[in-house]
């Protein structure tokens, strides 16, 4: 029976690894030509949290720091008050979404 317990509590905790890894916030992205179109990708919402700007992008993330590489058209999609080109990031929450 314990072992079953500690199997079940093993798995509720790659559950929630899993569910965590699928939404980030306050993560500071940079702005790159990366073509997502021509590379491998995933789909993320990301909202800009200082305006509230949001879309639904394709993420060729190269980033190896944490922080979120976005394409340059993107970046400028989202920043919709010129600051993330003033300082050359910005901060943004995105989440997971399916294909």
């Not at 559950?15 to 980030?24: E, H, I, N, P």
């Not at 030509?33 to 060729?60: C, F, H, M, S």
């Amino acid at each position: 029976m314990a072992r079953l317990s500690i199997c079940v509590f093993i798995l509720l905790c790659a559950f929630a690894a899993t569910a965590a890894a699928q939404t980030a916030s306050n993560v500071r992205t940079t702005y790159h030509y990366y073509y997502p179109e021509q590379n491998g990708w995933d789909l993320y919402k990301v909202t800009n949290t200082a305006t509230g700007a949001q879309a639904t992008v394709r993420i060729v993330d190269q980033c190896s720091n944490g922080g979120l590489d976005l394409d340059d058209g993107v970046f400028k999609q989202l920043d919709t008050n010129g600051q993330g080109y003033a300082r050359g990031n910005m901060i943004v929450n995105y989440a997971f979404v399916n294909c």
